[in-house]
């Protein structure tokens, strides 16, 4: 199985769709037994086989949400 950091933490986890092409799931890690881990990322939550994961690691926090580009001030 994969090393994956405790619960809570930002992992990114490469894994194989049905399709045969590697995909990455990034966020937080939600859970991970024998057969399945579990990221809240972007895409919502993700269930993943331990079967597909060809790679897993814990990355640092992203980046602070960038300021809306608004048309306030202008006109």
Same mark, same amino acid.
């Given at each position: 199985?994969?090393? *994956? ?5 930002? +992992? =990114? @986890? ?10 990455? &799931?990034?966020?937080?890690? *939600? ?5 399945? +881990? =579990? @990221? ?10 331990? &079967? ?24």
């Amino acid at each position: 199985m994969v090393r *994956l950091p405790e619960p809570g933490r930002r +992992v =990114v @986890v490469r894994y194989l769709l049905p399709s045969g092409q590697a995909t990455d &799931a990034l966020g937080e890690l *939600l859970g991970a037994d024998a057969e399945t +881990v =579990v @990221v809240d990322g972007k895409r919502g939550i993700e269930r993943i086989a331990v &079967a597909d994961i060809i790679a897993a690691k814990e990355v640092p926090p992203g980046p602070p949400p960038r300021a809306r580009r608004g048309s306030s001030g202008s006109g």
